[in-house]
């Protein structure tokens, strides 16, 4: 018999089930100035081994994705690169019952630690990214 509730390790704070809205192969626009403009997500971090068998691995606000660059600077494009999801098109629902979607899809480009390769960050970023990431939210000019 499966255990139910499901436990939770201690200092690790619960994480409201977000839908994901960017899936394996979409083409997300990025929404920072390393020089990249468009990057194809290849893998989601966290996905490999806890997803159904032949299910496409999907991310969500705040999670991790493995990017590939197809547009933007000669030295960045057909680069693989760690992008943290900051906006989806997907509507999901907050803890406290509000539920938010955006016009479009956006990354931000890490290094696999999670920290930004820009400087800056164009456009909101999501709550759930910004609390997760606090060196996405030190850039973000506006959190929704």
Known sequence: MAKR??????GVPYRFHIPPGIFMNSLVPVADNS???V??????????????HRRVPG????DMAVVVVREGKPELRRQIFRAIVIRQ???FRRA???WV????NAVVLTTPEGDPKGSEIHGPVAMEAALRWPTIANLASIVV
């Open 5 to 10: 509730g499901g436990a939770r390790t201690v």
């Open 35 to 37: 020089g990249a403009k």
């Open 39 to 52: 990057v194809r997500v290849i893998g989601v971090v966290g996905h490999a081994s806890k997803t159904v």
């Open 59 to 62: 991310a969500a606000v705040g």
């Open 89 to 91: 098109k997907k509507p």
């Open 96 to 98: 406290d019952g509000t």
């Open 101 to 104: 979607m955006f016009e479009d």
